[in-house]
């Protein structure tokens, strides 16, 4: 009788009848070599003297010298008893001249059974062509793994954006030239850790996992800790711990962190990226101005050589002195509307329906201004622009203003008419900050959230938060600007992807 719980394994047969004719042909290649005692994939090491890149820059030096460099076959000119081979490392293309005499017979026939796609290892010498292109004269080469898929075809290969952003790893063989977004990503990151080392910011790490759904009107990613058998949720901002080192005593800290956001996705918003946050104590957010234009400057002249900036068809001058406006004048000057001359709630109101604003009939002043600005004013700001002095209504974690308690010391900044940054003096009075807590808990609530109050915050500022300035900021967009990439998955090696359905 057949036993049902045995299963039937596929035959090697069956597997290659699956496959397309390209994938087959190579797989019944690398068959052939393991049943020969030649399998590509046993190599474990392979050490190469030089890069291409060094080749090309130092040739006087290493010209008729002996070289092994390693890479993939890129290209291929098969001109009988001597071939031509592009082979591309992490720096770069190297030509690769291989003659049957050289290499001998034996090794020449396998050489000449490999693929597009394969990575090889190469020993020879350094030489120029009689058409003057700097190459490698192979004396021995060797297969150091096998590609069973071919790659793109070089000029109608991969150009659809979603299969780039699915397949980064086939994105950057078939374009190499993107990989130079992602090393200046790198060296944005190092060039921001430096300034802010200079400042004497100490860098720290907190917790990714949170215990309570807390923080700004974002929704968090809910997860499951099994030991403790307790919903977690993945952190949407940094801010609350870094504040409790200021008050624990450290002066001046930064955090580069992963943030996750259960929100929309669309060209400058993808839900796990990469904040920058500082803090400061005895600054205030005029001080967190003044820190992040220079950081700005020093970063643009760093990486790019310049502080103006070619961004997606406008000159952005980063080293010029910003312009700063509070939200008042900036919607005075851009709807004539004024908000020192509303003489109610609901007169605003009726002064921004006026304008076309569809707003709620119970919406306050402070909440009237910010749609006026989200309106009429964010898509003009190209240059970058500080605005300043938010309303009360939408900034829980900052610092009233003396002269006016409607409104707040926070300020962000807009570059090609985006948000770019957010920053405040920090609110330290622990009474104040309870009532913003418990009136956004209440409203998070009303739209289903398991929000909570962080006690242990509040507790944190019993003991005395010194007058601080904080900033957070952007990562990836602040390197979309200084690569000039139009989407914020252009510079996130692997963007968050619907799966493709079966």
Not at 140 to 155: A, C, M, R
Not at 253 to 273: A, C, K, L, Q, W
Not at 360 to 377: H, R
Request: with cysteine.
């Amino acid at each position: 009788m057949e036993n049902i719980n045995e299963t039937v394994q596929p035959t090697q047969e069956d597997m290659l009848t699956q496959l397309d004719e390209q994938h087959r042909i190579r797989t019944e290649k690398l068959l052939e070599l393991k049943a020969s005692g030649k399998n590509p994939y046993e190599k474990t090491k392979f050490e190469f003297t030089h890069l291409a890149e060094q080749i090309r820059n130092d040739f006087e030096a290493l010209e008729n010298n002996d070289v092994v460099i390693a890479g993939r076959i890129t290209s291929w000119r098969d001109m009988g008893k001597a071939n031509f081979i592009d082979i591309r490392d992490g720096s770069g293309r190297m030509q690769v001249y291989v003659r049957v005499d050289e290499i001998g017979e034996e090794c020449f026939k396998e050489f000449k059974k490999w693929d597009l796609g394969d990575i090889v290892g190469i020993k020879g010498f350094v030489f120029k062509t009689r058409r003057g292109e700097i190459s490698v004269h192979a004396k021995s080469i060797e297969l150091l793994s096998k590609s069973l898929l071919p790659l793109p075809e070089k000029w109608h290969g991969l150009k659809d954006k979603e299969e780039r952003y699915r397949k980064r790893y086939l994105d950057l063989i078939a374009n190499p030239e993107i990989k130079d977004t992602f090393v200046k990503r790198s060296v944005i990151i190092k060039e921001i850790r430096s300034f802010l080392d200079s400042k004497g910011y100490i860098e720290v790490d907190t917790p990714v996992l949170h215990t309570l759904e807390i923080g700004a009107a974002a929704r968090p990613f809910v997860t499951h800790h099994n030991a403790l058998d307790i919903d977690m949720y993945l952190r949407i901002e940094t801010e609350l711990y870094l504040k409790r080192l200021i008050v624990g005593g450290f002066d001046r800290v930064y955090e580069v962190g992963r943030i996750f956001r259960n929100e929309g996705m669309d060209s400058t918003h993808n839900p796990e990226f990469t904040s920058i946050e500082m803090y400061q104590a005895y600054t205030d957010y005029f001080g967190m101005m003044d820190l992040i234009e220079e950081l700005y400057r020093t970063v643009a002249l760093k990486v790019c050589g310049t502080d103006t900036v070619m961004y997606q068809g406008n000159e952005i001058a980063i080293g010029k002195p910003w312009k700063r406006m509070t939200m008042k004048e900036s919607v005075l000057t851009y709807t004539g509307l004024d908000y020192d001359k509303w003489e109610s709630d609901a007169d605003a109101v009726s002064q921004a329906k006026a304008k076309g604003v569809e707003i709620s009939d119970k919406a306050a002043k402070g909440e009237v201004l910010i749609a006026l600005f989200e309106e009429f004013v964010e898509d003009k700001l190209v240059q970058p622009t500080i605005i300043y002095d938010y309303p009360v209504e939408n900034s829980p974690l900052a610092k009233r203003k003396p002269s006016d308690p409607a409104f707040t010391e926070r300020f962000e900044y807009f570059i090609n008419c985006c948000e770019f940054g957010n920053a405040f003096s920090e609110l330290n009075d622990p009474i104040d900050q309870r009532e913003r807590f418990t009136k956004q808990v209440e409203e998070k609530r009303k739209q289903g959230a398991n929000a909570s109050i962080d006690e242990d915050f509040l507790t944190a500022l019993e003991y005395g938060l010194p007058p601080t300035g904080g900033l957070g900021m952007g990562l990836d967009r602040f390197v979309m600007l200084l690569t000039d990439s139009a989407s914020i998955r252009d510079v996130l090696l692997f963007p968050t992807m619907k799966p493709l359905s079966d």
